[in-house]
């Protein structure tokens, strides 16, 4: 018989804390007041969190878009480079004024060193 009661004390201990707790009785409480400041700060840090997470997830997003747009410019600029190197050949170039109709023509001998002396005046 003993066994029957604490097992409706409890219940009725539960149903007791539901009902207070939907009908706002236990947020009124004593005991519930003095932790309000705790709890106040616990929910300051988890807001905290929550747009710190928020702000490195962004600062991420951009760091993968600088380095995506880091790597199609590195590839547009050894393209360029190659092109510009293609251009520069002595081959390529006599084929360029030959079809420009310039009548120049490739020197036969090397280029030469000039040197100049200065005169000195007395």
Not at 79 to 100: A, C, F, H, Q
Request: proline letters at 3%; hydrophobic letters at 40%; aromatic letters at 4%.
């Amino acid at each position: 018989m003993s066994e029957a009661k604490t097992k409706n004390g409890k219940a009725k201990s539960k149903r007791s804390g539901l009902k207070s707790l939907l009908g706002g009785s236990l947020l009124a409480s004593e005991k519930v007041l003095k932790q309000m400041p705790f709890v106040l700060f616990v929910v300051f840090l988890i807001i905290l969190l929550i747009s710190n997470r928020y702000w490195s997830e962004k600062t991420i997003r951009q760091m993968e878009a600088v380095q995506d747009s880091i790597k199609e410019l590195r590839a547009e600029s050894v393209t360029y480079e190659t092109d510009l190197m293609r251009m520069n050949r002595p081959s390529e170039i006599v084929e360029k004024v030959k079809g420009s109709g310039l009548d120049l023509d490739e020197p036969s001998e090397p280029a030469r060193k000039l040197k100049v002396e200065k005169i000195e005046e007395e």
